[in-house]
């Protein structure tokens, strides 16, 4: 029988603090429309936890945007910013719990404007299941591997406070 490396539902759906770390040295798989089949170390990633995040999109409760984020673990939250940038997050915890990770850097690639450029993700992607997806998941490296990794603050949120900005909710490799 073939060993399964997809990372299942169980992953995703616990607390967005638990996962995030664990993507870590996990591979983003993305097979494009031509069938080939690229797979990226994930390097880098941020946490970003429930309504009372005030980082968090879903600080300003439900909306059309964030509705996926509302749904239990393991779906795809995008969405633009500057007009210009897809950023890819994946949604983690129970439902009407919103929460995601932000994918900041995989291997070859930092920052995620880059990656989503780089890797054809665009708004098509929102609400998809990584679970069951046929063009992007996420999958446990063939051969463990020690991982090491550092905390620190979150980029680009001074909008939220002090509190949050500072919390150490960003992953990366070591």
């Not at 997050?89 to 919103?98: C, F, S, Y």
């Not at 932000?102 to 880059?114: A, D, S, T, V």
């Not at 090491?148 to 070591?174: E, T």
């Amino acid at each position: 029988m073939k060993k399964l490396y997809r990372l299942t539902t169980d992953f995703f759906c616990r607390d967005v603090l638990d996962v995030a770390p664990e993507l870590i040295g996990k591979y983003l798989v993305r097979k494009f429309d031509d069938n080939t089949l690229h797979k990226y170390l994930i390097t880098e990633v941020e946490a970003y936890r429930g309504e009372q995040d005030l980082a968090c999109h879903a600080s300003k409760g439900r909306t059309p945007r964030t509705e996926i984020m509302y749904h239990q673990g393991g779906y795809i939250y995008i969405y633009l910013i500057y007009g210009m940038y897809w950023m890819l997050n994946i949604v983690t915890g129970a439902e009407n719990n919103p929460q995601a990770i932000l994918i900041r850097g995989i291997e070859g690639y930092n920052g995620p404007g880059k990656i989503t450029k780089n890797l054809l993700i665009d708004k098509s992607f929102y609400g998809e299941n990584l679970v069951t997806s046929k063009r992007l998941w996420i999958e446990h490296p063939t051969k463990p591997f020690e991982i090491n990794f550092k905390s620190a603050p979150r980029v680009g949120i001074d909008y939220a406070g002090n509190i949050w900005k500072n919390k150490p909710w960003r992953f990366i490799l070591d």
